[in-house]
């Protein structure tokens, strides 16, 4: 199996968890923490042989070129988070753990064309998210879990959550919107319409091929509903690229690349030590985490 975890996901969930956490120098600590505490649980409660935990890479994205406003309404990431990357990436390293930071694409990307490559090999696959853009990707192979829910997500539970199955999610988001990342959909058509216009006539491509059959579906502002797919049709198709999740990045990495190695203990001891984690200074000396990493090395 492979484990793919959105690591800017989980990154700022602990800073929000954690936001006044320091050491004694006032250097933040509390995004850190929270990280590698989840990075515990999951080595301690999933079998696997493949693994990465994988970040948004700073600067812009192809969908910045493709919309110059995408997330735009979005703060800076604020600095006493900023601080906390780049030790963190170091701890990561030194635990063992396959690191991947890719510019020019999110880390969505990243992560649905490992997923697609492993599951078209036969693998299963779990990405650990909270990020609903990612049900995408689910199938028979790719499942998604939420750590913090404590919810998996399969074709089923996604058909359930959303209405739609999986293969039908970037029409779904791209109709209704999504505001977190300045997508805004198109007014007038809310989730009861889009769920209504999925399920009689299909994916966005069928839809406007079938533009004529919309007035004799029975709901509500049927001909304006036409109307207004006419209308936003640029916006909806440039929307729909931005939902949709990029699955041939150009990583060039074999399996082995994504294998845990054995952790720097010497390494992680300072770091911990530097940034006053007590309990995990007491973790190396005593080499739980040490040996448990090694235990999924020989697996």
């Not at 989840?38 to 812009?60: E, H, P, T």
């Not at 078209?120 to 779990?126: F, T």
């Not at 304006?224 to 006419?230: M, R, S």
Request: contains cysteine; hydrophobic residues 40%; proline residues 4%.
């Amino acid at each position: 199996m492979l484990i793919l975890i959105d690591g800017s996901y989980y990154l700022y969930r602990a800073y929000k968890a954690l936001p006044l956490l320091t050491n004694s120098l006032g250097e933040p600590t509390g995004g850190i923490y929270g990280v590698i505490n989840m990075l515990k649980s999951i080595l301690l409660q999933y079998n696997f042989k493949y693994f990465a935990i994988v970040f948004d890479a700073q600067g812009k994205t192809f969908r910045n070129n493709l919309f110059k406003y995408y997330k735009s309404h979005r703060l800076p990431m604020p600095h006493d988070l900023c601080n906390q990357i780049i030790p963190m990436y170091n701890i990561i390293k030194a635990m063992g753990l396959p690191l991947l930071v890719i510019s020019g694409v999110e880390a969505d990307d990243v992560i649905g064309t490992l997923a697609l490559t492993a599951a078209n090999d036969g693998r299963k696959v779990l990405i650990i998210t909270g990020d609903k853009d990612l049900t995408q990707l689910v199938s028979t192979n790719i499942k998604i879990i939420n750590t913090i829910s404590n919810t998996i997500l399969g074709p089923k539970e996604v058909q359930l959550k959303f209405g739609v199955p999986p293969n039908l999610i970037i029409d779904y988001f791209t109709l209704i919107g999504d505001k977190s990342d300045n997508i805004m959909g198109v007014p007038g058509i809310g989730k009861k319409t889009t769920l209504i216009l999925l399920h009689k006539l299909g994916g966005l491509k069928n839809i406007y091929q079938q533009l004529d059959k919309i007035k004799n579906i029975k709901f509500r502002s049927a001909k304006i509903i036409e109307t207004k797919l006419k209308q936003y049709r640029e916006i909806i198709f440039i929307s729909y690229q931005l939902v949709k999740i990029k699955t041939n990045v150009a990583l060039n990495l074999s399996y082995d690349k994504l294998t845990l190695k054995i952790p720097n203990k010497n390494i992680l001891k300072l770091l911990f030590q530097h940034y006053e984690f007590k309990y995990w200074i007491k973790n190396i000396e005593q080499n739980k985490l040490l040996q448990n990493i090694k235990n999924k090395i020989l697996k």
